[in-house]
């Protein structure tokens, strides 16, 4: 997640409370990177507790966001939307 991204975060975050906001990650966002489950995994952190790698406007800035893959949450989503909305996404295997 580059600058843009996490200013962009940041905004939405002064106008909201982290209680109110979960952050889902799809497969647009890490499937183009050398290293798919660690780019989440450096997403969920900055969310969680700010921007690990110091360069960004998140970093020290803990914001305690809830952060979820999308794969996370095929069980919780009806399987008519979930076929409609993310099916084709199905043949792709994924591990975090």
Do not use: C
């Not at 109110?20 to 966002?29: A, E, P």
């Not at 921007?51 to 809830?66: N, Q, Y």
């Not at 979820?68 to 979930?82: A, G, N, T």
């Amino acid at each position: 997640m580059g600058p843009t991204e996490q200013e962009n975060v940041k905004e939405l975050m002064e106008k909201n409370k982290a209680e109110d906001i979960i952050v889902v990650i799809g497969f647009n966002v890490v499937m183009e990177k050398e290293d798919p489950a660690g780019e989440i995994r450096l997403m969920a952190e900055t969310f969680k507790n700010g921007d690990p790698t110091f360069a960004g406007p998140l970093a020290d800035v803990a914001l305690g966001l809830k952060t979820y893959h999308v794969l996370e949450l095929k069980e919780s989503v009806p399987p008519e939307v979930w076929e409609e909305q993310l099916g084709f996404k199905d043949e792709f295997e994924f591990s975090a």
